[in-house]
């Protein structure tokens, strides 16, 4: 995206077709890993770490979450807004 548009707002640099949402979240949510990680806001990591069976279902989660952003592109979030 590039900014300064005569009008406002931003103008796309490539079409909204080439755009998907799930690369989106990523440029803008820079710490989506952070519960993965279960590193806690002092760096100091989880005391239950290496018993936590929760790590691997998050990133699981994470993932299905990601896959399915992957496959919406801008485009259709304008084209079809009642579906999504």
């Known amino acids: 995206?590039?900014?300064g548009a005569v009008a406002g707002g931003v103008e796309l640099a490539v079409t909204a077709h080439e755009?998907?949402?799930g690369d989106i979240v990523r440029l803008m949510e820079t710490d989506l890993h952070a519960i993965v990680a279960c590193v806690p806001a002092?760096?100091?990591p989880c005391v239950l770490a290496d018993a936590c069976r929760l790590r691997g279902l998050f990133s699981k989660s994470l993932n299905a979450f990601m896959a399915v952003l992957d496959?919406?592109?801008l485009h259709d979030l304008i084209l079809d807004h009642k579906k999504y």
């Open 71 to 73: 496959r919406v592109t």
């Open 19 to 21: 755009i998907f949402v």
């Open 42 to 44: 002092k760096g100091q």
């Open 1 to 3: 995206m590039r900014g």
